[in-house]
């Protein structure tokens, strides 16, 4: 059964830095386009960033833009959201997604294109 977990979420004062993991099980995260999705409470769920097959193109929303920094580990199968420069408004429950097709520019942020879904891990950003 196709399964994505997300951890390394938790509690962290502005300004400070998280790391975010997306472990798969049952399929090779390396033939996937691999996004992190956030959603605070009361909003609406957002894109933040998107590594894609097959090349391994990377996407960011302009909120995290310099500050977040996805990678992949294909010996551990895991994808990383790094987090530095934490603001409250990173607040949120964020979610890794998995989808077979190439993403680009034009579409990576569109959570209606991804086939797989973690269940969240939440990210809370106060002093």
């Known amino acids: 059964q196709v399964q994505l977990v997300e951890s390394g979420g938790g509690l962290v004062q502005p300004g400070g830095s998280l790391r975010l993991s997306c472990a798969a099980s049952?399929?090779?995260?390396?033939?996937?386009?691999i996004g992190w999705f956030r959603q605070a409470p009361g909003k609406e769920r957002e894109g933040v960033s998107c590594?894609?097959?097959?090349?391994?193109?990377?996407y960011y929303a302009d909120s995290v833009k310099g500050r977040f920094t996805i990678s992949r580990d294909n010996a551990k199968n895991t994808v990383y959201l790094q987090m530095n420069s934490l603001k409250p408004e990173d607040t949120a429950v964020y979610y890794c997604?998995?989808?077979?097709?190439?993403?680009?520019?034009?579409?990576?942020?569109?959570?209606?294109?991804?086939?797989?879904w973690g269940q969240g891990t939440q990210v809370t950003v106060s002093s």
């Open positions: 997604a998995a989808d077979p097709l190439r993403k680009y520019r034009s579409n990576w942020s569109k959570g209606d294109l991804y086939d797989y």
């Open positions: 049952a399929f090779t995260l390396n033939y996937y386009s």
């Open positions: 590594i894609s097959r097959p090349d391994g193109s990377t």
